[in-house]
């Protein structure tokens, strides 16, 4: 079932989002090479429970960071750890944050230092298709013209969607219906009703498409060692389009 949010849920939810972004623009100060991922977890933890919200992640079914920081041919759910960032890298860091009851979650796909014309390229295509597959998001669309419009946009670039990890809901669960895609043909799914709130976040490789999951059970890495990029909104559905709530 998708839940429609009320406008106080929303309000709250826009301040979970805002917390979100503050913890985005933090981190970037510190994004360079000589960093290690654990030290920009600990920073992201220490400002987000200043603004009186628990990180979503810590914990969560078991995992150990407060964000998420996978790099280069890391997708998703790195683990922060002694990993040092290199002049030439990207990152891609996952922040969730709750906020009385409620979760703001966002990705972002950072160079660290000099980026290589092949990844700034990377990094404009994903987040290109994002804001692409939102202007999809309105009342009364199907779900699935929002992954299409993703999926067309990034072929069209000679980049790969992964598809084995989706957008989501959200609210009090940090995962919640409906599940996003970012792929397949348009006119699909359920219509958006306004008070939907949907994480919209694809996940783009450099490569091919094929991604396994490592030892450790839970960072994502692209099968041919390639780079990919995240990025992610939470969006509200409103009566006339949407309102982006992790941006400040």
């Known amino acids: ?25 933090e981190l970037q100060k510190y994004i360079a ?6 030290e920009l977890d600990t920073i992201a933890e220490k400002f987000i429970r200043g603004y009186d919200a628990i990180p979503s992640f810590k914990g969560y079914n078991g995992f150990r960071g407060s964000i998420c920081t996978s790099v280069n041919e890391e997708l998703v759910h790195g683990i922060p750890g002694d990993r040092v960032l290199l002049d030439g890298d990207i990152i891609s860091i996952d922040i969730g944050a709750k906020y009385n009851g409620y979760h703001g979650d966002s990705a972002w796909t950072y160079p660290v230092g000099t980026s290589s014309p092949e990844n700034q390229q990377l990094l404009e295509v994903t987040k290109n298709a994002l804001y692409l597959g939102l202007e ?6 199907r779900l699935s013209n929002i992954s ?35 792929y397949g043909p348009p006119n699909k799914g359920p219509r958006l009703k306004p008070g939907m709130v949907l994480a919209v976040e694809p996940m783009v490789n450099a490569g091919s498409r094929y991604v396994k999951t490592l030892a450790d059970n839970w960072t994502v890495v ?5 780079t990919c990029a995240h990025f992610e ?16």
């Open 1 to 25: 079932m998708i839940i429609c949010k009320s406008p106080r849920e929303i309000e709250i939810m826009r301040e979970a989002g805002k917390i979100v972004a503050l913890t985005h623009q």
């Open 33 to 38: 090479p000589g960093i290690s991922t654990k």
């Open 136 to 141: 999809e998001a309105k009342p009364g669309v």
């Open 148 to 182: 299409h419009a993703i999926q067309v946009y990034v072929e069209t670039h000679d980049f790969s969607i992964v598809r084995e990890y989706v957008g989501h809901g959200v609210g009090k669960e940090l995962h919640e219906e409906p599940q996003i895609p970012h």
């Open 222 to 226: 692209t099968v041919d060692g390639k």
């Open 233 to 248: 909104h939470t969006i509200a559905i409103t009566e006339t389009g949407y309102e982006i709530l992790t941006k400040l």
